[in-house]
């Protein structure tokens, strides 16, 4: 069964930072891409970055672009997100999901459960 | 880039409609889109892939369909677990933008 555990939400003051986990089972992690795809309270599904299987290629929404840095770690069956000079039009709840195939332009076929981060003074 | 205009934002049906949802994109995207369905508190459900493929396990009374740049998912009798934010994604390429989402309620 695939399952997707998301970790490192919390508050943060503005222009601080977090970093997001996400440990996936189920299924053999370092052939799919990956993605984070977050939701702000009250609004719609937004994507935010994209790896490759290997890692080697990356892709960020123009909103986090410059501030956030997805990574992954094949070994650990781990997702990263690290979120640098955070806003507060970045407190959503964020999603780890896995694409169906090996490269980033894909669909997401699992999704883990979330984890809320809430950026605040 | 490429937007995804979905429409209507909500909708209000009852048990046994048929229903129809679209998203247009502003540019051609092939049929690189996919749908999904939300209920607060449950993480998203692939329900459609390729514009028009069903998930394994989404019951059959779910379809998409494609007619150049606009894309339905139709739901072709409402049931009461049906009530949820129904959203579309093109993925042909980055970046992998979402509709604004549809509000599905169940009268």
């Known amino acids: 069964e695939v399952q997707l555990l998301e970790s490192g939400g919390g508050l943060a003051q503005p222009g601080g930072s977090l970093r997001l986990s996400c440990v996936a089972t189920?299924?053999?992690?370092?052939?799919?891409?990956m993605s984070w795809v977050r939701q702000a309270p009250g609004k719609g599904l937004e994507w935010v970055s994209s790896?490759?299987?290997?890692?080697?290629?990356?892709y960020y929404a123009d909103s986090v672009q410059g501030r956030f840095i997805i990574s992954r770690d094949n070994s650990k069956n781990t997702l990263f997100l690290q979120m640098n000079s955070l806003r507060a039009e970045d407190t959503a709840v964020y999603y780890c999901?896995?694409?169906?195939?090996?490269?980033?332009?894909?669909?997401?076929?699992?999704w883990g459960q979330g984890t809320l981060v809430t950026v605040s003074s | 880039d490429i937007q995804m205009t979905q429409s209507p934002a909500s909708l209000s049906a009852s048990i046994g409609d048929r229903v129809t949802i679209t998203c247009r994109a502003s540019?051609?995207?092939?049929?690189?889109v996919a749908w999904y369905q939300h209920k607060p508190g449950i993480p998203p459900k692939l329900l459609i892939y390729?514009?028009?493929i069903l998930q394994v396990g989404v019951p059959s009374r779910f379809s998409g369909s494609r007619s150049g740049t606009d894309f339905n998912l139709t739901i072709s009798s409402l049931q009461p677990e049906d009530g949820a934010t129904y959203y579309c994604?093109?993925?042909?390429?980055?970046?992998?933008?979402f509709g604004g989402g549809t509000k599905a309620e169940i009268k």
């Open positions: 999901a896995k694409a169906r195939d090996s490269f980033f332009e894909s669909y997401n076929d699992y």
């Open positions: 390729g514009a028009s």
């Open positions: 540019q051609v995207v092939g049929h690189y």
């Open positions: 189920g299924f053999t992690f370092n052939i799919y891409a």
């Open positions: 790896i490759s299987d290997d890692g080697a290629s990356t």
């Open positions: 994604q093109k993925y042909n390429t980055a970046p992998l933008s």
